[in-house]
């Protein structure tokens, strides 16, 4: 295949797309029937944009959990190795693709090669799929958000019919009702779908209606909004991270996540997981990357980006991973005490009752249970616990931190049950749900322009009415995203997150890296990339794109495909007669 070189500033007829030679707008170089490419007003704008897209949900509810359940500390030094070998070049693969060639991801693979632009259309048909779960969960928090302000919390306590304790709630818990029956009404599997929840409905089209809003005129309108939902997730970070350490328990918390367990590096599972938390940390392969920075100017320097968007999104997750077990430390060093008071009170009763033999009598004041300390009750469980009648149990604060949540699970009943025992808990659940709103939309935004971009840049008729072409795409998300308002729309939820994307997203990444440095060539794309920012990037990023990178996303890709095959699908469901 001839190649031909990337576009540069003096050649005008390698594209039919308008250019930009700053960072404001300017008319198009083909005639005055195509409307004018749309350019960032500042640095500031893009970066807020390729930051707010990058850090989303996944670095406050994936992340923590990956950390805690995969040894701690050394999970993060894997992280840290797959993001510098695999994570960055690749990132920094897409930032210059698409500033150098200046359109979205149909247009920049057709540009390499008019045989690859099914790569672009495979971007945007997962960025669909992906928007329309992900808008889901903008309206959960939503709802959430709505209910915060109260007090008490609807979640603080189970509900009662007359005088008696709601079943369901007492035999689970009453965050966890509140999530299965009162927010989502859930039935008890996937096959019975129920009605429409029309709070969650409501939700949703307040969801796609401030996506489509924020997105009304493109990157004009959506970065003002990112001006506020790019930098608010990290104030309120903050402010949960300097409450959180004055919790009790929270160091607890802390120390209990970091602590590292090297062997954990020889389990092949933990690769997989934190290659796949890299790639979809810095959301490689949905097509917005590129169309962001197809908006940049050509001397911008992608290579700083990279680096710079790459390292806030691995300290945002560890900034997260901080807050979240700071809050849960202190919500399992409640759980332990309020253990140990239940079995003091056990014990006295036990002793009242004469079934105890005076010897086993502990050294510490049991006659005050909220006085014991967790490991002095320990040491005497562990030495005559099996020998006293009666159902003692043992209070271990690491055994609870090793309950582990994900996702829905941490944000909507662990985190949410833990707020709920701070003072002022109204006001820390609505800090956390507005968060969680604006990281999604910042992800929704560059989501969205990962469709609408290479679509426009791709057909003249869809560039002039870009506007007509936004509303009706939202409109088809809130339609087709009906299916997850349903009673059963969790479980779709959870199907969709752990099988629609991520085997498309990796086959779609390997063309890329594949196209790029081996049919374009790695030596001419450097070549481009020197004669755009006027110096040549390390030839180390040869080698990692033609060797490493491209032999990790196969690897990743086989050992996604093998575990889809040995693994049936599943998901968790909540059934009322069973809790």
């Known amino acids: 295949m001839e190649k031909q070189p990337l576009p540069s500033d003096d050649d005008k007829t390698g594209t039919t797309e308008s250019e930009i030679d700053g960072y404001a707008a300017e008319g198009s170089q083909q005639g005055s029937a ?7 007003n500042s640095k500031i704008e893009y970066f807020l944009a390729q930051v707010g897209f990058s850090v989303g949900l996944g670095n406050v509810w994936r992340f923590p959990y990956l950390c805690h359940q995969n040894g701690g500390g050394a999970f993060l030094f894997l992280y840290v190795l797959l993001m510098l070998l695999v994570g960055i070049p690749l990132f920094f693969l897409e930032l210059a693709a698409g500033q150098a060639i200046r359109q979205g991801s149909i247009g920049v693979w057709k540009y390499i090669s008019p045989k690859l632009a099914g790569i672009g259309y495979s971007s945007c048909v997962v960025c669909f799929f992906v928007a329309l779960y992900y808008n889901v969960i903008l309206a959960w928090s939503l709802f959430y958000l709505g209910n ?7 979640w603080e306590h189970c509900p009662e019919l007359g005088n008696v304790t709601v079943k369901e709630c007492k035999k689970s818990s009453p965050t966890s009702y509140f999530w299965y029956r009162q927010a989502l009404d859930i039935t008890d599997s996937i096959d019975e779908t129920g009605s429409f929840n029309p709070y969650i409905v409501c939700c949703l089209l307040a969801a796609w209606t401030i996506v489509c809003l924020g997105m009304f005129k ?11 939902s790019s930098v608010f997730p990290y104030v309120v970070l903050f402010c949960f991270l300097i409450r959180g350490l004055l919790l009790d328990g929270a160091l607890e918390g802390i120390s209990y996540m970091f602590y590292p367990k090297l062997e954990i590096w020889a389990d092949m599972q933990v690769w997989r997981q934190a290659a796949t938390q890299v790639f979809f940390a810095l959301g ?3 097509g917005s990357i590129i169309a962001y920075s197809s908006y ?5 320097n992608c290579h700083r980006d990279a680096f710079t968007v790459s390292a806030i999104n691995f300290l945002t997750s560890v900034l997260a991973t901080l807050v979240v077990f700071a809050v849960l430390g202190f919500h399992a060093k409640e759980k332990v005490i309020e253990c140990v008071v239940s079995n003091m009170k056990e014990l006295s009763e036990q002793l009242r009752i004469g079934y105890v033999d005076k010897n086993l009598i502990p050294g510490f004041n049991y006659s005050d249970p909220s006085s014991v300390a967790i490991e002095d009750y320990n040491a005497w469980f562990k030495q005559y616990g099996n020998k006293v009648p009666g159902n003692l149990t043992e209070c271990n604060l690491e055994k609870e931190m090793q309950k582990g949540v994900e996702g829905t699970g941490l944000a909507f009943i662990a985190f949410t049950e833990a707020m709920s025992h701070l003072p002022g808990s109204p006001f820390w659940s609505a800090l956390f749900f507005l968060m969680l709103l604006n990281l999604g939309l910042s992800t929704m935004f560059g989501t969205m322009e990962g469709i609408l971009a290479p679509l426009t840049d791709r057909f003249k008729t869809l560039a002039n009415n870009k506007i007509k072409l936004t509303i009706f795409s939202c409109i088809i998300g809130f339609l087709i995203g009906l299916l997850f308002t349903q009673r059963c729309g969790n479980y779709f939820v959870m199907m969709f997150d752990d099988y629609s994307a991520t085997l498309p997203l990796i086959i779609v990444v390997v063309f890329e890296t594949f196209s790029v440095s081996w049919l374009y060539g790695a030596d001419r794309f450097l070549d481009d990339i020197e004669a755009m920012l006027g110096w040549r990037p390390s030839v180390i990023y040869k080698y990692l794109w033609k060797y490493i990178c491209l032999l990790a996303m196969l690897g990743l890709l086989g050992a996604t495909t093998i575990r889809m095959f040995i693994t049936r699908p599943t998901y968790m469901a909540w059934n009322q007669e069973k809790v």
């Open 218 to 228: 493109g990157i004009k309108t959506s970065v003002k909004v990112m001006y506020f």
């Open 34 to 40: 195509e409307p004018a490419r749309a350019g960032w």
């Open 148 to 154: 915060s302000f109260q007090f008490p919390l609807p």
């Open 284 to 286: 490689l392969g949905f």
């Open 296 to 300: 940049n100017p050509k001397n911008n």
